[in-house]
Structure formats: C-alpha cells, structure tokens
C-alpha cells in the first residue's frame, strides 16, 4: 500500500539521523547526570554543621533546647553545635553587638536569642550571616517549637517519661477505594504517576505536532510535495506522514520508557537493600488507566498532530508557523488547568462534559480514569470521538495541503481557506 511507503519514508528519514540518537540516547544520560549530581549537592549542603551561638533569656529553657537540637545528620556530625552565651536584658545590647561581630567574622554561623517569655510568645529571633540557608532555619524553627512543647508539658507537671510517651508524629495512611472493596494505601502516589503522564503527553503532542508541521513546511517550500503528489493522493500522503511521525515518537518514547524502568528498578532494589517496603514506593493503580492512557496517547498525538500539519500547509516560513501555531499551544496549556479542576471534581457534569469534547479528552480523560471510575461507555466514547475528529480533521489538512502547496507569499485569511476547502 501506498500508505505503508510513505510511513517507512518518514520514519527512516527521522530515525537514522545522529539527532535522534543523540536525542534518544544522549539527553536522558545528560538528565540523569544533571539530576545525580543535584542530588549530590544537596546531599553536600544539608550534611553540614551549624555552629550557633545562643542566647537564652527564658530561665529553665536551655535543657529542653540542647535536647532538641542533639540530632545529627547523615554523617554522624552534630546538626547544631551550640555555644551558650550568657546575657541578661541589660546586657543583651552589648553581647549581640559583639556577637555580630563574631558572625561576620565567621567564628559563628549565627546566634539565636530567645527571649524570655519564650513559652508563651513561642517566637525566637535567629540572626544569621547566610539567610539563603533555608534548611537551617527550618530545622531551627521545628526543633524550637518542639523544646516549647515540651517546656510547657514539664511546666504543666507531667513527668520526663510521660513527655517521652507525647512525643513524636502522625501518620496517616490514605486508602482509596475500589469498585470491589476494600482498597489500597494510597499516600499521593496516584497524583504523582497522574501529573508524570500528563506532562508526557503535553510534551510529546508539543514536541512532535511541531515536526509534522515543519516537515510539512518544508516539502511545501521546496516543492517535493509536488513530486509526492503525482504518486500519492493527499489524503494518503498526510496519514502517512502523520503516522510516520507518531512512529518515530514511539520509537523514542520506548527507548526512554526502558530506560525509566531500569532507573527504576535499580532504585527500588536499593531501597529494598535498605530494609524499607518496596510496596510503599510502588503505586496501585487500575490496569484501565494504563491502556487509556496507551489509547489516547496515540489518539491525542494523531489529532494534534493533523491540527500542526493544516498549520504547515497554510504557511511558508518558520516565522509564520511559530505565530500561526500560538494559539494551538496555548489551548494545550490551557488544558492543565481543567485538568486540576478535573482532579478534584472528576465526576461532576463540567468534568463529563470536557472530557468528551476531542481536543480535551486525551489528557482529561485519563485524569478521570486515574483518580475515579468514570463508566466505561464514556471512555469509549471520547475514544470514538477523538479518532472521528483525527480522520475529519486529517481530511480538511489534506485538501488544504493540496491548494497551500501552490500559494506561497501572503497567509491566508479563513474565507480564502474555505475556498481552498470548497476548490479541492
């Protein structure tokens, strides 16, 4: 089939290029380096010691204080090496004054005054030389308020081994539930798989509608579509291109797909070395949310992807696609915002409604099927749906292509593309 020639043609002509193995296989590498050595440095910078000298005002308070800020870090060092200062309200004028001079001159990291009525202000006031070191004042702000809290139980006369007994956190565990009952936990890992799908179907309609349409572009400026045209009907010759397209970004996708896994894997078996659950690291979610997500990929890829290529028949440059195709991405952007919408009210009568309409369904869709259980019959209608309007859209692309081949200079305004329309 004629249809089959021009897919291997655009599919060749894209993969055995060095750009696509260098996109394929050299980005992800350069990701992953840029993300191991971020991780690094941040690993570097919270591993350090904070030498603070303190300023304690509040009589009784600086036990519960050493003894909340005694943690260490992932090196065994201190997190806070204290250096108590003593001071009173008529000195303190005089002791911070000396002790900003010792800041500057780096003997200090910072000093921390507490002030005397500590317990029922619960406020403090750290001075420091590095106010950009975010991670220093958040565990200083968390162990004070713990040191409060237990300053005020001890005040209140319960024992050390009932304030013991108080200590500590709360976990809640999130359970969603299912259509059979029952459930499983649940703690965000659903909204993060949801928002990593999401953004590769926003990036890839974006990426690769782009290549369709300056692929179109091209063949138009340089006239091979001509040549293309006395083999191959338009309509063929745009399906296929189309399809073409969407088979080199699968190919790709693959390639970072296994890539993802391997990643992966090797994080899950070091967490599993660790002695963690792997479970708790790995999201439950329904086996319909990946084929819909397979399904409307494929369909939202299709559909934008003849959108971009009308774009490339109409114009005839580089510059007039870029301003052509604005408001297209625009409405793709847009999409994430009824996506957060969907998100929280995924079954209410706005949320059924956008997600049928085709230009909407291949990203809302997949959101309702994620964090509901939308009834099957509209799933597969939006499918039906979206392929209808790729196949009506490809259409109108192919009879545009076929007069936009033949003009060039001005774009087109809308009456003179329904006359193209009316003349092909």
């Known amino acids: 089939m004629k ?22 296989i050299g980005i992800p590498v350069i990701a992953a380096a840029f993300l191991f050595m971020e991780y690094k440095i941040v690993r570097a910078s919270q591993n350090v010691s904070s030498n603070i000298a303190v300023v304690n005002l509040a009589p009784g308070f600086y036990p519960s204080l050493a003894q909340a800020l005694r943690g260490k870090l992932d090196n065994g060092e201190p997190e806070f090496v204290l250096h108590r ?5 008529a000195t303190l004028p005089a002791v911070e004054a000396a002790l900003r001079t010792q800041v500057l001159a780096k003997r200090y990291d910072g000093y921390l005054v507490v002030p005397a009525d500590v317990l029922a202000a619960r406020a403090a006031v750290y001075h420091a030389r590095n106010t950009a070191a975010v991670a220093v004042r958040e565990g200083l702000q968390s162990h004070l308020g713990q040191a409060v809290n237990r300053a005020r139980m001890a005040q209140a006369g319960l024992s050390a081994a009932q304030i013991a007994g108080m200590a500590g956190g709360f976990k809640l565990n999130q359970v969603k539930v299912g259509l059979l009952g029952g459930g499983r936990t649940d703690n965000g890992q659903s ?5 990593v799908l999401i953004f590769a179907l926003f990036f890839t309609l974006l990426l690769y509608g782009v290549v369709v349409m300056r692929a179109v572009t091209e063949e138009k400026t340089s006239r091979i579509a001509e040549i293309l045209l006395s083999a191959v009907d338009p309509f063929t010759l745009m399906m296929g291109k189309i399809l073409g397209v969407a088979a080199t970004a699968l190919v790709q996708l693959a390639v970072w797909a296994a890539l993802l896994a391997l990643a992966a894997g090797y994080g899950l078996a070091m967490v599993k070395l660790g002695g963690a659950s792997v479970a708790a690291y790995i999201p439950h979610l329904p086996g319909l949310l990946y084929i819909a997500f397979f399904v409307f990929f494929i369909l939202g890829f299709l559909l934008y992807a003849s959108i971009y290529a009308a774009i490339g028949a109409v114009v005839s440059s580089d510059q007039e696609a870029q301003q052509t195709q604005a408001p297209l991405t625009m ?11 969907v998100m929280a009210h995924p079954g209410s009568r706005v949320s059924v409604v956008l997600s049928l309409i085709p230009f909407f369904a291949p990203i809302l869709m997949v959101v309702r099927v994620a964090v509901s259980h939308p ?8 499918m039906a749906l979206c392929l209808a309007t790729f196949l009506g859209c490809t259409r109108i692309t192919a009879k545009i292509y076929r007069v936009g081949m033949l003009m060039t200079g001005k774009r087109p305004t809308l009456p003179e593309l329904l006359r193209w329309l009316k003349y092909a």
Do not use: D, H, K, N
């Open 3 to 24: 249809i089959l020639v021009v897919i291997q043609r655009e599919l060749l002509t894209r993969v055995r290029t060095r750009g696509f193995l260098f996109f394929t």
């Open 85 to 89: 200062i003593a001071a009173t309200e």
């Open 191 to 195: 909204a993060i798989v949801v928002g």
């Open 331 to 341: 409405a793709l952007a847009a999409t994430f915002y009824l996506a957060i919408f």
């Open 375 to 382: 009834p099957l019959w509209q799933v597969l209608l939006a």
